[in-house]
């Protein structure tokens, strides 16, 4: 026994007392029942000998407080802080709440949500992995009850907002929701007050709907693989007949998929395949992009095409993109057309994309987003009343798909810098991104220069629409060919909002 060592790890029964002050019910405690414990999916991280998946304890809260209990449990770093995961058991390997593998079942209440932290049993786990010859170990609810007293005033509520934790739920099927700093929440409305400017004066105000940004972007960050789907043909005359608007957006996007270390490709019409392999050929070769982006077409030809690009074998158990985005993409108005701002019907210029998203919505974990300026953008069909109460013609040209998220801004290309941004600032946040890694492994420091590059910049965005113009694609609203966006020159306008929403982001974080 002398040549024993002992390991003594913090228990979440130490914060009960900070949950129960913060006016949070504990369950199990209300039922006079050991705590419930799961073994997840979630793998720890290796050392040695030792390597387990995580164990986890679960607590049902009432929707309403499940931003108190973050915040209540996240300075409590020694005994496990913060919720690892806020949501449906299945999204980390849990089958069946009512079976723990270690503790009791407790009952949740109507409007409950699980919420897990990871638990001292992982370490039984890691311990079993290695297999030793002799070890000792407690029974799990069954704990070492110290000496060293816990701070049992009512503590001072934290008013710092880099430590203020906020919670929001990303999706309901499965039911998922995040966390992120207060001062990154702030951030992110900040560039959705900014992209929401109107320069054309053409009344977009009235589709906005708050906090789009920020859980679209909170449900990207989350994502493993990302669609992107971008074009809108308005100059039917022209070829090509694309517009400014939307592949800048795009790009701009995907450069920052790439850099988290996500899976993006871009689907488009059949068509312009050619053309947008092409630009973004000449998008790495300028450094705008770091490598190809995959391109791909979709022909809705059989009964099962969207189920088959959508999911590997066409098994919805088993999607093959976790988010579409679409970006200045033509939406199908409820006649089945396809129109311009001009109320021009532009469908024999549009491949079926609006399939994907319209399946998607049927399919448990792949989320949307549709990012539009005027209405009739695929996506913007979540706003489609508004769209045919106040914009031009919103009668016949507004979109009637819509998308789990839409977010509207003066230039769509906006809204994509706007994500792109979003996600920069919530990857730096300590606190989403401890909640990404499910607090397993370090901080991610040594990243975030490489994702500070992949931010859009006025001079990547300039040779950008430069490559564009290069092939022949147009301003959307004045059909100029030239340095121009939906008639706005690039510089001033479209400049000055790129360095501003760069301002926002790369702003320091204000201590309270």
């Not at 720890?44 to 809260?61: A, D, I, K, L």
Request: net charge negative; with cysteine; hydrophobic share 40%.
């Amino acid at each position: 026994m002398e040549d024993m060592t002992t390991f003594y790890l913090g228990c979440s029964f130490a914060f009960e007392q900070a949950i129960l002050k913060a006016g949070v019910p504990i369950r199990n405690v209300e039922q006079k029942r050991n705590v419930s414990m799961y073994k997840t999916s979630v793998p720890c991280r290796e050392v040695g000998r030792f390597q387990c998946n995580m164990v986890v304890s679960m607590t049902p809260v009432p929707e309403r407080k499940l931003d108190a209990v973050a915040q209540a449990t996240h300075p409590a770093r020694d005994v496990h802080g913060a919720p690892v995961h806020i949501g449906h058991p299945g999204l980390i390997g849990i089958q069946d709440l009512s079976r723990p593998d270690y503790g009791d079942p407790v009952q949740p209440h109507q409007g409950d949500v699980p919420v897990f932290w990871a638990c001292g049993v992982t370490g039984v786990e890691a311990v079993q992995s290695c297999k030793p010859p002799l070890a000792f170990t407690y029974s799990p609810g069954r704990m070492f009850i110290t000496d060293c007293k816990r701070n049992e005033s009512s503590p001072v509520p934290n008013t710092d907002p880099a430590e203020t934790v906020q919670t929001f739920c990303i999706s309901q099927n499965p039911l998922h929701y995040s966390v992120a700093s207060a001062a990154a929440v702030q951030k992110i409305r900040a560039l959705e007050c900014h992209i929401g400017a109107d320069p054309g004066d053409r009344g977009i105000k009235a589709l906005f709907i708050q906090d789009e940004l920020l859980k679209a972007s909170l449900c990207m960050s989350h994502a493993a693989s990302v669609l992107i789907t971008t074009g809108f043909p308005t100059h039917f005359n022209q070829d090509p007949p694309e517009e400014t608007d939307g592949p800048p957006g795009a790009i701009a996007m995907a450069a920052m998929l790439q850099a988290l270390k996500k899976q993006v490709a871009i689907v488009t019409d059949h068509r312009a395949l050619e053309m947008n392999k092409k630009i973004i050929e000449d998008a790495v070769e300028q450094g705008i992009l770091r490598t190809q982006v995959p391109l791909l077409s979709f022909q809705d030809d059989s009964q099962d095409s969207t189920l088959r690009f959508l999911c590997q074998d066409g098994n919805p158990q088993t999607p093959r993109y976790d988010h579409l985005v679409a970006i200045e993409r033509a939406g199908r108005a409820a006649d089945g057309n396809y129109y311009n701002m001009r109320k021009v019907n532009i469908k024999h210029l549009v491949d079926p994309i609006d399939t994907l998203f319209t399946s998607a919505s049927t399919i448990p974990g792949i989320m949307t987003t549709g990012i539009g300026d005027g209405g009739n953008e695929l996506g913007m069909g979540k706003v489609k009343e508004a769209v045919r109460k106040f914009m031009p013609h919103g009668e016949l040209v507004a979109c009637d798909v819509g998308a789990d998220f839409a977010i509207t801004a003066g230039v769509s290309n906006w809204g994509g810098y706007a994500v792109s941004c979003a996600l920069y600032i919530l990857n730096c946040c300590p606190i989403h991104d401890r909640y990404l890694r499910k607090a397993v492994g370090f901080p991610r420091h040594s990243e975030q220069d490489s994702w500070a590059s992949a931010l859009p910049t006025v001079t990547k965005e300039e040779k950008l629409l430069e490559i564009l113009v290069k092939y022949g694609i147009r301003s959307g609203k004045t059909g100029n060919l030239g340095m121009e966006v939906d008639g706005l020159p690039f510089y001033d306008t479209h400049s000055a909002m790129i360095q501003q929403l760069r301002d926002i982001t790369l702003q320091p974080v204000a201590m309270a």
